[in-house]
């Protein structure tokens, strides 16, 4: 089957430009996971989902982002007025159950963000 | 604070054996993970440990102790294709999944 997609994999924009971000996940995963990837670093949490309720969003790091599941699928992550700061890999992940003590996360190939 | 060190570089031969060692200290233990990321590739699940102890899967293995806060991944029969970044996760108190920086392996033939 399918794995995590996520589109685009390469997003060019300018500084103060607004972007979205999309990820599908494994159909039926109730987890969803964002991530944030700067070079040579491990991944830095931003939001949890379980099905449509946006449970956890401390990682995300200012206002300017948002993030959405509506129908407990399909995610969007949205980044408001685009800082070169915000350049980064943005990973999304899913998983078949709650998050707890053992739950495998199967990733997307991420979104390589630029601002100029 | 939560950390999670790992070293930054590791270069071994291929045939070989090498280890790579995770310390952490975190609010809370709930498990963790090994994943294997290939350079603008996504991470992959490599291997799960929430006791103490080792658990074998092929050519991979991994070892927890908990009381010491500190786990390694050891890779036998090395070859080319392992060249990547192992990344060590722990999850926490939370159930956030709490990354170290990744330790870049270099193959050599």
């Known amino acids: 089957g399918a794995g995590v997609s996520q589109s685009p994999r390469y997003k060019v924009a300018k500084r103060g430009q607004d972007v979205a971000l999309r990820c599908d996940p494994i159909s039926g995963h109730v987890s969803l996971f964002w991530y944030q990837q700067a070079l040579g670093q491990g991944p830095e949490f931003l939001t949890y989902?379980?099905?449509?309720?946006?449970?956890?969003k401390s990682g995300l790091p200012s206002d300017r982002f948002f993030a959405e599941r509506p129908e407990g699928s399909v995610s969007t992550l949205k980044i408001q007025r685009t800082q070169q700061e915000d350049s980064a890999v943005y990973l999304c992940?899913?998983?078949?159950?709650?998050?707890?003590?053992?739950?495998?996360?199967?990733f997307g190939p991420g979104t390589r963000l630029t601002v100029l | 604070g939560q950390n999670i060190d790992q070293p930054t570089e590791m270069t071994a031969t291929e045939g070989a054996i090498v280890q790579i060692n995770c310390t952490y200290q975190?609010?809370?233990?709930?498990?963790l993970f090994w994943y294997q990321q290939h350079a603008g590739e996504a991470p992959t699940f490599l291997s799960y440990n929430v006791l103490d102890g080792l658990e074998e899967k092929g050519r991979f293995s991994s070892f927890l102790s908990r009381s010491k806060g500190y786990s390694y991944l050891l890779l036998k029969e090395l070859q080319m294709k392992d060249s990547a970044s192992y990344l060590c996760?722990?999850?926490?108190?939370?159930?956030?999944?709490?990354w170290g920086a990744g330790t870049k392996l270099i193959i050599k033939p």
């Open positions: 992940a899913s998983s078949p159950r709650d998050r707890g003590t053992y739950n495998e996360q199967f």
């Open positions: 996760a722990v999850i926490d108190s939370n159930y956030q999944l709490i």
């Open positions: 975190t609010s809370g233990f709930n498990g």
């Open positions: 989902f379980q099905n449509e309720a946006q449970l956890d």
